[in-house]
């Protein structure tokens, strides 16, 4: 008598989730919008301590916060993968050409359409020119944190991605600043170059700094095991404390603008949605037309459709003030990003190729 055949069950692949904090940024991002409007509401002129702190146009308690923000990404950061470019260069080629040489400015024309055209009956000129000023620093700013995310959301290729990542975070030191500078000028808006310097400097050159030397230093002493699933899962939560104590100093401080235009918020929140999905699938279609991998193609999209909005927020701090509009329309950035890229990670999941 022959044994029965034998079946061999394959065990079904864990579903993959994003994290706890980074689930509910939006409602976090929420309750941060409504503490800081309440504070701002009951405390009224008494804030205003904490914006007169600064030191070269710089808030030190938004500086420090940010920084905190800021510090726990750049750990994140193995620019050794930097060698791994020739592989498959087409991939790393066709990132940049979108975060750089499209994005900023595809955001700075539909900042100016809405902003200055579409919203010219509810917004005075001189306040459009800020909330457009606000979208081109998120628009220059390419995601550099989140985007792991949502590539091991949507099965991209997690080395490629750290490469991809790593060659922005590169080119930001270089040119942040110029296209930056180039568009608000384009804007006629008025911008410190100093500041926009010293914001670089602080927000970004400092943290990498410190990033790549707590790096190795903890990688000889730890080893990379410990270092990628011990330590950094316990960084993560002060990135998104220091940015939700950073969202309540804001909102604290635009309470009483937000509550004269609730409307507001909807209205900076349509162009950014806008400029999110059309960079998405530009950049989508535009990986197939290049024939890239899927695995390289999605998160070459989801990178080019998310913002690196930590050093947004900073920079409008830095430029423009805590109570500015350009302020606001980068936290509004940090508000509709997460339901927005969440939905984008499941057009991929479905159209895998």
Known sequence: MTDPIKKTVIPDQPKKTIGFFEKYLTIWVALGIAVGIGIGHFV????????????AKVNIPVAILIWLMIY??????????????????????????????????????????F?????SAWIDPE????????AIILGAAPCTAMVFVWSYLSDG??????VQVSVNDLIILVAFIPIVGLLLGITNVAIPYDTLVYSVLIFVVVPLLAGVITQRILLRSHGAEWFKNTFLPKLKPVSIVALLVTLVLLFAFQGQNILNNPLIILLAAIPLVIQTFFIFFLAWFGGQK??????VCAPAAMIGASNFFELAVAVAIALFGLKSPAALVTVVGVLVEVPVMLTLVAFANRNKY
Do not use: C, H
């Not at 009224?44 to 030191?55: L, P, T």
């Not at 193995?78 to 498959?88: E, L, M, N, V």
């Not at 290729?157 to 750290?162: A, C, F, I, K, V």
């Not at 290049?290 to 695995?295: N, S, V």
């Open 157 to 162: 290729d997690p080395n490629y991605t750290l």
């Open 44 to 55: 009224g002129d008494d804030i205003n301590v904490i914006s007169s702190m600064e030191i």
């Open 127 to 134: 306040l459009a020119g800020e909330y457009i000023a606000g």
């Open 115 to 119: 902003f200055d055209k579409l919203y």
């Open 72 to 113: 726990p990404m750049m750990l994140q950061i193995d620019f050794t993968s930097i060698k791994k470019i020739g592989k498959k260069p087409r991939g790393i080629v066709w990132t940049v050409i979108i975060n750089w040489l499209i994005k900023p400015f595809t955001m700075a024309f539909f900042a100016w359409v």
């Open 290 to 295: 290049l024939k890239l991998d899927y695995a």
